[in-house]
């Protein structure tokens, strides 16, 4: 099982590996959520949905804006059968376990479903 602080301890590409070892591994992935829906970010005019290997480094992020919301399980079936599609027909992009201060990882929906197959 995937320790928070080692995954934070490592630098993104250790991180990038780890994230998509741990969402194979568990079958699923996680983002946040609220009522209206989930949690999107902004980052150099690219927008995108943030998803992370566990719930806890999801419930991480949760703070000052996004404190009402709650991690949420997407099995791989799911995203792979419905988010992608979805991101993709609205130009959105995924954005790979985002840390604070630091630049994320950002992939296309078909580019981020080809490396959990």
Same mark, same amino acid.
């Given at each position: 099982?995937?320790? %928070?602080?080692?995954?934070?301890?490592?630098?993104?590409?250790?991180?990038?590996? #780890?994230?998509? *070892?741990?969402?194979?591994?568990?079958?699923?992935?996680?983002?946040?959520?609220?009522?209206?829906?989930?949690? @999107?970010?902004?980052?150099? %005019?690219?927008?995108?949905?943030?998803?992370?290997?566990? +719930?806890?480094? *999801? #419930? @991480?992020?949760?703070?000052?804006?996004?404190?009402?919301?709650?991690?949420? +399980?997407? #099995?791989?079936?799911?995203?792979?059968?419905?988010?992608?599609?979805?991101?993709?027909?609205?130009?959105?992009?995924?954005?790979? *376990?985002?840390?604070?201060?630091?630049?994320?990882?950002?992939?296309?929906?078909? %580019?981020?479903?080809?490396?959990? +197959?």
């Amino acid at each position: 099982m995937l320790k %928070d602080d080692e995954f934070i301890s490592q630098n993104p590409e250790q991180r990038l590996a #780890s994230f998509f *070892a741990t969402v194979k591994e568990q079958g699923e992935l996680f983002i946040l959520n609220d009522d209206d829906g989930c949690v @999107m970010l902004t980052s150099d %005019d690219e927008e995108g949905v943030p998803v992370w290997p566990t +719930a806890s480094l *999801a #419930s @991480m992020w949760a703070d000052q804006e996004w404190a009402h919301c709650e991690p949420k +399980a997407i #099995s791989l079936d799911v995203w792979l059968s419905r988010w992608t599609s979805g991101l993709s027909k609205d130009f959105l992009n995924v954005i790979i *376990a985002p840390m604070p201060a630091e630049e994320s990882e950002l992939m296309a929906p078909e %580019d981020f479903a080809d490396k959990l +197959a």
